[in-house]
């Protein structure tokens, strides 16, 4: 069963904007990650945010995190075309397996 | 390092036949995941080792699902047989200390259609 939802499925920008995509997620967390799927290919590591962290930033990367929401964001500044992709949040379930959501698919148009 | 290797990348069966992919995982990864990614149902976690000792299969489909892990720098996930609705494509990715703490490592998947 998923544990993370993104919100929007789908989102559409176009170059030089900025893209939000949101998390929700259902039971306490020690950290959650983002990871992001070009077409075709496999998943790649983005950001991994700590529960004791309300912010953390990586390059044109800004993602939050609010526990008491069970929620979290992630920001990508001025949007390139090569940002186009699928973006996952994943939180680990009991255990070290990481569980993720079903994705934004962002499109960025030049 | 070359990364998290899956082989084959694409195969294409008859139902009833047996399919078997394989994982290498990065050098010096304690864990190993295989996850399988449809359209409808996301990515799904289907077993993964410590070790290379199964440590939670409660994703495993069903007794036609089996993954293996003899060593450590080797995984295989057999589906036998096979049927038109294990189309999709299988992930294997490898972790220094799980998803609890550190990040994983994506293979580029294999893509499995049954006909």
């Known amino acids: 069963s998923q544990q993370g939802e993104e919100d929007p499925q789908a989102l559409s920008i176009q170059e030089g904007e900025n893209a939000t995509m949101n998390c929700s997620y259902k039971?306490?967390?020690?950290?959650l990650q983002w990871y992001r799927q070009n077409s075709g290919r496999g998943l790649v590591h983005l950001i991994l945010?700590?529960?004791?962290?309300r912010e953390k930033h990586s390059g044109r990367l800004r993602v939050t995190l609010d526990t008491s929401k069970k929620s979290s964001s992630l920001l990508i500044t001025a949007s390139r075309a090569a940002d186009t992709a699928s973006y996952f949040c994943?939180?680990?379930?009991?255990?070290?397996?990481?569980?993720f959501g079903k994705g934004t698919t962002l499109s960025v148009s030049s | 390092d070359a990364g998290v290797i899956q082989s084959p990348r694409h195969e294409v069966t008859e139902m009833g036949q047996e399919v078997t992919l394989r994982c290498k995982p990065i050098s010096g990864h304690d864990y190993l995941f295989w996850y399988r990614q449809t359209m409808m149902r996301g990515l799904e976690l289907l077993i993964y080792f410590n070790n290379n000792v199964p440590i939670d299969d409660s994703g495993m489909p069903e007794d036609r699902f089996s993954a293996k892990m003899p060593n450590a720098s080797f995984s295989t996930l057999k589906i036998q047989p096979s049927e038109p609705r294990d189309s999709a494509v299988y992930f294997c990715?490898?972790?220094?200390?799980?998803?609890?703490?550190?990040?994983?490592?994506f293979g580029e998947g294999s893509r499995l259609t049954v006909l």
């Open positions: 994943a939180t680990p379930r009991a255990g070290t397996a990481l569980i």
């Open positions: 990715a490898s972790s220094k200390a799980g998803g609890y703490s550190g990040e994983l490592f």
């Open positions: 039971t306490s967390i020690n950290n």
């Open positions: 945010i700590r529960s004791n962290e």
